[in-house]
């Protein structure tokens, strides 16, 4: 059960909405928001590897059953932490969609145990309809904009880099491996904010 939540904001720059989104979350229990502020290289994939490494053991030696990750330029509704802790998942995802693509975060899982975390709903309309219907519905994360981690998770799996992505990557598809349960909810719908300050939301009718 989750009662403790720790909301991490891994910083470069910290958008306005974002503050005030996190903000107005609704939550029955204790919450404790940490904005770190923490990029030693030049190397942006080096700083977001270092963010989540350094937000990870500080989550860690702490006593909350859960870490809520909102980044910095997205902006969460305020029933999203409510809601994605009813999901009663190990890692739960809002919804959101990327800045370099019009596609969402939220990718298709195969069944079984899969090795291969899929690709985005946003390219099957088909599936993305289905997935809006039923409001929740078993996935692989494509990012940790908008992700609701249970403690056991992070207790096995550390953030790493390999190839030329993002850390978040690497997170998501060691979750998937590891057997964890992932799921979305698809009414968690979120704005990302692009650098030039345009507010960038999915696009769910198909």
Same mark, same amino acid.
């Given at each position: 059960? *989750?009662?403790?939540?720790?909301?991490?904001?891994?910083?470069?720059?910290?958008?306005?909405?974002?503050? =005030?989104?996190?903000?107005?979350?609704?939550?029955p229990?204790?919450?404790?928001?940490?904005?770190?502020?923490? $990029?030693?290289?030049?190397?942006?994939?080096? $700083? *977001?590897?270092?963010?989540?490494?350094?937000?990870?053991?500080?989550?860690?030696?702490g006593?909350?059953?859960?870490?809520?990750? *909102?980044?910095?330029?997205?902006?969460?509704?305020?029933?999203?932490?409510?809601?994605?802790?009813?999901?009663?998942?190990?890692? =739960?995802? #809002?919804?959101?969609?990327?800045?370099?693509s019009?596609?969402?975060?939220?990718?298709?899982?195969?069944? #079984?145990?899969?090795? $291969?975390? #899929?690709?985005?709903?946003?390219?099957?309309?088909?599936?993305?309809?289905?997935?809006?219907?039923?409001?929740?519905?078993?996935?692989? #994360?494509?990012?940790?904009?908008?992700?609701?981690?249970?403690?056991?998770?992070?207790?096995? *799996?550390?953030?790493?880099?390999?190839?030329?992505?993002?850390?978040?990557?690497?997170? $998501?598809?060691?979750?998937?491996?590891?057997?964890?349960?992932?799921m979305?909810?698809?009414?968690?719908?979120?704005?990302?904010?692009?650098?030039?300050?345009?507010?960038?939301?999915?696009?769910?009718?198909?």
């Amino acid at each position: 059960m *989750i009662r403790r939540v720790q909301v991490f904001t891994p910083a470069y720059r910290l958008e306005p909405e974002t503050t =005030a989104a996190v903000l107005a979350l609704s939550w029955p229990g204790p919450l404790t928001w940490v904005v770190q502020f923490d $990029n030693p290289t030049t190397d942006g994939r080096l $700083n *977001i590897l270092h963010q989540y490494q350094v937000g990870r053991q500080r989550f860690l030696a702490g006593d909350d059953d859960a870490l809520l990750v *909102i980044e910095s330029d997205i902006i969460p509704p305020p029933a999203a932490l409510v809601k994605l802790a009813a999901l009663d998942c190990d890692v =739960a995802y #809002g919804v959101y969609r990327f800045r370099v693509s019009d596609v969402i975060n939220i990718f298709e899982r195969y069944p #079984g145990r899969p090795r $291969n975390e #899929g690709e985005s709903l946003s390219l099957y309309p088909g599936k993305l309809r289905r997935a809006l219907s039923a409001g929740r519905t078993a996935c692989s #994360g494509g990012g940790l904009g908008c992700a609701l981690i249970k403690r056991r998770v992070l207790e096995m *799996i550390d953030f790493r880099l390999e190839a030329t992505a993002h850390c978040d990557t690497y997170f $998501n598809r060691d979750v998937l491996r590891a057997g964890f349960r992932q799921m979305a909810d698809m009414s968690v719908v979120c704005g990302h904010k692009h650098v030039d300050g345009t507010i960038l939301w999915p696009r769910l009718s198909r």
